[in-house]
């Protein structure tokens, strides 16, 4: 049965009612609670905002059981019907588009301007796979032989467990559920604990927009280790897609192996972002402030090393520190806030631990530095200038708003030294020269480049990463692709 909820309303966004949104784990369209509880605090202020239920291996699998007994029907669902209801999904979002970023920004802390930003693109691909919904072919060839045809058809691949990070609480999840439900799998999601509410704010939104009880099931956890292994292991689970650190994600591979489990895998980053001489120096400024400061910096896409040719360097350093130094610092729900806090304090501690490796290593604080005194996780915008080589940040993600500068004198040497890491993600390239810009494009090994553009996320096109940043792709038709099985049928007409 479609519950319609109520519509939560706030005069400013600061003052949304959090609890409203922790009424238990999501399970077969109900919400159950439990002893345990998870506390999520506000980054900008310390302040606890609500406590989410604390799922045990049994709710997780219960959540399982949900969603295969909700799977025959959905499959079976005319496509059209599954597509009415994806596209009432975005329709939903769009028109709650305030209050979500609003509960984003509360729980994650970042600035509400990147939070509406967020909305627009998870609301999207609720968009892009209605449409998809009813675009999924087979094939039909005759075998070499002649002796028969080959039919192949696409079916969904069954349950998916969906496990998705604290920094982009809506998108990540429904880069995973639009996908999924549109090729036919029911889902059970287990978001982040820092960052639970958005996702049963959405798991309302979905059974307002027509989403059967059990479709999608959402359960948040304390123990994400023994819960996830759990799932994994229930042989009702065939799909496992990530979206985290590279770190988990191996460790989740070795355990889909045990039930060869089909595995996506959207991981962490380390994007080079190379400035060439001949740049647009304005464009290339505006493309760094993009490239780095989305999210105060905490994106897997986000630029994590700056190579900036010999030529141009100068005057790109003094106009990134004044674009930097331009940026309002504060809570993410104030309008005014361009750099909101980071998710935790840790986060804060292994940023300062980085820059001071750096500085140690001999690069210069050209803006910043300096944590503030004072409540929230904040860590102010930060350009280290001549970073060497060698420094931590150079190899693993900073996540947080702190650019990393170097010269290079050569087009091989900028290559070689983007390529100098075990990520693949993104990268960015500023030329004015397309035939220089396609050529570094075809030797960079990342899954995604942008040429003269800050900003690569599509829900049109597929994102992910090579190396050791995934496996798979989400967005475009590659998206839906995961969550199907080819079956072929050889047949003799
Ligand atoms: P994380 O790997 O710590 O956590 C991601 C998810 O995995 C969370 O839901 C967490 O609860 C869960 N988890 C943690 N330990 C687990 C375990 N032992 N078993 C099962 N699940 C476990 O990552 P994070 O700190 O939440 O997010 C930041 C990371 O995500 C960064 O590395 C970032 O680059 C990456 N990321 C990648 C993409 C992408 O599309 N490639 C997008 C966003 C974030």
Redesign the pocket.
Known sequence: MNVISPRPVAAHPADLDCAQFAKGLFIGGEWRQTAARIAVVDPSTERVLAEVADASVEDALAAVEAAERAAPAWRAKPPRERSEILRRCFELMVERADMLAALISLENGKALSDAKGEVAYAAEFFRWNAEEAVRIAGDLGTAPSGANRILVDYAPMGIAVL??????PAA?ATRKIAPALAAGCTVVL?????TPLTAYALADLYREAGVPDGVVNVVT?SA??P???AMLDDPRVRKLS????????R??LA?AARSVVSCAM????NAPFIVFDDADLEAALDGAMVAKMRNAG????AANRFYVQSGIYDRFAAGLVARMAALRVGPGIDPATQCGPM?TRKAVEKIGRLVADATDRGASVLHGGTVPAGEGYFYPPTVLGDVSADAMLMHE?I?GPVAALCRFETEDEAIRVANDTEYG?ASYIYTRDLKRGLGVAARIESGMIAINRGLVSDPAAP???VKQ??LGR?GGHHGVLDYLEPKYIAVSF
């Open positions: 496990v998705t990070p604290w920094n982009f990540m287990k978001p982040a604990s820092e956890t994400p280790g819960v996830t292994a990530f979206t985290g650190s590279t770190g988990v994600g460790l989740l355990q959207e991981l962490g980053g905490e994106a897997c896409t998710i993600e996540f993600l994102f992910g990463g940043s995934g989400e």
